[in-house]
Structures are given as C-alpha cells and as structure tokens.
C-alpha cells in the first residue's frame, strides 16, 4: 500500500512540476564543478564500467547544457536515462532499442531527417544481432537523438503519457498505472535527485 500511494505521488510530482521541469528551461540548482560532479557520479554509481571514452571530458557539462536546449532540467533528464539505460550507452533492449537513451534505430531515422543529421548511421544487424550500433552507440549523439524525440512526445502528449509514447510507442501512452510503472519509476528516480539530495534511484 506504501509503494501505491508514493508511486502515485512520484507521477503526481511529475505532473505538478511540469511547468519547472518541462518548458521553458530553468537554471539548475547546481551549478559547473559541483553539478558535474553530481553527474558523475551518478552516472559511475549506475554504471560502474562506464569508460572515459564514453563519459570523460565535459560529458557532465554537455549532459546539463543538452538538457536544457531540449526545455528539460538536467535532474529530469538524469531520471529519465538512468531508467532507460542504467547509463550504459551501448545497451540493447529485447525490442532492439539501441543505446544510452534507448531509441530504435527506424526512430533513429526520422530524428535524423528532423534534425538534419546526414551524418546519421544506422547500426548493422548479423545474423539476427546488431554487430555495430552506429550513431545510436555513441553516447552524445545517443542522448541528443534521444532527447529530440522525448521533445517531440512530451511536447504532443504533455509529460507523463509523453514519458510513456517514448518508452512503450504513441499507441500505449495511455497504459494505465498501475500496470504501467515506467512513468512511476522515473517520477522516483526525478523525485530521489530533486528532494532527497542524493543519487539514490536517481540512477
């Protein structure tokens, strides 16, 4: 009964602060060194194989300053991809979802022609498995592709079914709670990030 009531309440915060979380962007309570930081480490808390090839550098900065671009904060963003990937950005789903943000590579293609990415490459399949992830395996271009899309549901459906079209196609945005609980397990991760302080489900 406790985990039914804080679930609801984790979609509900998520409804409530949509107008702080979702469009127009807003400043992060954290700011440079110490949201970098953060970022970190929840990235290294959720994936502890997590390489400087795919992470190093400014990936924290590029990770807050993607977020925002897309009208998202960096805390909403963070919940989002640690429910998608665990913040593995070559991760594969049983559908065939491909990378840190989870996109299936025939969506892969219409953000590219949104975007304008001719650059774009699709990942290769043999003998029934991807041999190569192409773009999506790469954890910028993953999160950027990513975002877009969860821009173009959000932005149709409004949050929380827009969460849904993301994660289970526009078809199933209305799933109903409780047997649909990717909405809920993201409004913990968000709520464990934004009220609690520390990374907890934030991963």
């Known amino acids: 009964m406790k985990r039914i009531v804080f679930g609801a309440l984790a979609i509900g915060l998520l409804v409530m602060l949509a107008g702080a979380a979702i469009r127009p962007p807003v400043q992060s309570r954290l700011a440079g060194t110490a949201r970098a930081e953060r970022i970190r480490n929840i990235i290294v808390l959720a994936n502890p194989a997590a390489t400087l090839r795919d992470f190093g550098g400014d990936f924290p900065d590029f990770f807050a300053r993607e977020a925002e671009a897309h009208g998202f904060t960096w805390e909403l963003a963070a919940a989002w991809v640690g429910g998608e990937s665990g913040w593995d950005p070559r991760a594969v789903s049983p559908k065939g979802a491909v990378g840190l943000t989870q996109v299936m590579p025939v969506t892969a293609l219409v953000i590219a022609r949104g975007i304008g990415d001719h650059a774009y490459v699709a990942p290769t399949v043999v003998r029934g498995r991807y041999a190569t992830l192409g773009t999506l395996g790469d954890a910028r271009r ?62």
Do not use: M
Not at 149 to 174: E, F, K, Q
């Open 142 to 203: 993953s999160l950027v592709y990513g975002l877009t899309y969860l821009r173009w549901r959000v932005d149709l459906y409004g949050v929380v079914p827009g969460l849904r079209a993301y994660n289970r196609g526009d078809a199933a945005r209305t799933s109903p709670w409780p047997r649909d609980r990717y909405a809920e397990d993201i409004g913990l991760r968000f709520l464990a990030l934004t009220h609690r302080g520390g990374e907890g489900r934030g991963q």
